[in-house]
């Protein structure tokens, strides 16, 4: 489902246990409702795999996506 209006590009933060990791995801500033960006299904289930994986230590595939900041021990 594809949502009409301007795209444009943010950064999310997604928190996990284990790391921070900063993506870009696309979104759309809606035609009829112009009020603030929303996300296509695929960007939430892009964000939501994000996260699991963030949650499970996959390192390697989440710095395919985006920038990776590890939790480092004082």
């Known amino acids: 489902m ?3 209006g301007k795209r444009l590009k943010q950064t999310r933060w997604i928190h ?3 790391c921070v990791v900063r993506v ?3 979104a759309v500033i809606p ?3 112009p009020t603030e960006p929303c996300y296509e299904p695929k960007t939430v289930e892009f964000l939501r795999e ?3 994986r963030a949650d ?3 390192i390697e595939w989440l710095k395919r ?3 990776v900041y590890a939790k480092v021990s004082a």
């Open 31 to 33: 035609t009829d409702d």
């Open 16 to 18: 996990a246990i284990r």
């Open 24 to 26: 870009e995801v696309d």
């Open 2 to 4: 594809n949502v009409e």
């Open 50 to 52: 994000v996260h699991a």
């Open 56 to 58: 499970a230590g996959d």
């Open 65 to 67: 996506v985006g920038q």
